[in-house]
């Protein structure tokens, strides 16, 4: 069994550029949830994906988006980039049946805006 | 606004003690309930998932949960040093989003 898997795995940008995120959900995972976590504190939901369609957003600006492939991977884009920007992105995945919605995160995205 | 609390710490306990982790919500319609630790400079690792009022138990693991008091709690028996890092609970709502406390940093020492 394929474990979460992310790309890159650190990365720097210069505020007002554009950075994209890529995850692998866990083998038989149809769904794959992004979350942000600052230092210090815990995740915060971004949004999720369940075939290819946005499922649930938390409260983050249109400039954070996602798009999720048939094959499950996902990526995640931050248009305009911000100092506040800078996180560890965490891609989780989990499988959309029943009671559970168990998330396996991947080894996350460390990325930092200068 | 869904919340999450849990009492930062750090929690410090000796070495073969037992740890007594704590969380409570503020939503009496969350369904699912989880348990990740995170190591330093680490992603969330799931350590337990509970959905029933009661205990459940896994290896040096119990999670707890009281719907009637919206309280979730987390014992470790027989801590090690290998047990110290910040402990996440998280509560589902339906197939969406988990949300999230601030984590409670655990020290074992030796």
């Known amino acids: 069994e394929t474990g979460v898997t992310q790309s890159p795995t650190h990365l720097i940008k210069t505020r007002g550029q554009q950075v994209t995120l890529r995850c692998s959900s866990q083998s038989g995972h149809n769904t794959v949830s992004w979350y942000q976590q600052a230092l210090g504190q815990g995740p915060q939901f971004i949004f999720q994906y369940y075939r290819e369609e946005e499922n649930g957003r938390g409260n983050f600006p249109p400039r954070f988006s996602g798009l999720q492939f048939p094959n499950y991977s996902s990526e995640l884009n931050v248009n305009a980039l911000e100092l506040d920007d800078s996180a560890l992105y965490l891609c989780?995945?989990?499988?959309?049946?029943?009671?559970?919605?168990?998330?396996?995160f991947g080894p996350g995205t460390r990325l930092t805006v200068t | 606004q869904k919340e999450v609390e849990q009492n930062s710490g750090p929690l410090s306990v000796p070495e073969g003690a037992i740890a007594s982790l704590n969380c409570t919500y503020s939503d009496r319609g969350s369904q699912s309930f989880f348990w990740y630790r995170q190591y330093s400079g680490k992603s969330p690792e799931l350590i337990m998932s509970i959905y029933s009022n009661g205990d459940k138990e896994d290896g040096r693991f119990t999670a707890q949960l009281n719907k009637a008091s919206q309280y979730v709690s987390l014992l470790i028996r027989d801590s090690q040093p290998s047990d110290s890092a910040t402990y996440l609970c998280?509560?589902?709502?339906?197939?969406?989003?988990?949300?999230f406390g601030t984590g409670t940093r655990l020290l074992v020492s030796p």
């Open positions: 998280a509560v589902n709502w339906g197939f969406q989003k988990l949300v």
């Open positions: 989780a995945s989990s499988l959309r049946i029943g009671q559970g919605n168990e998330q396996y």
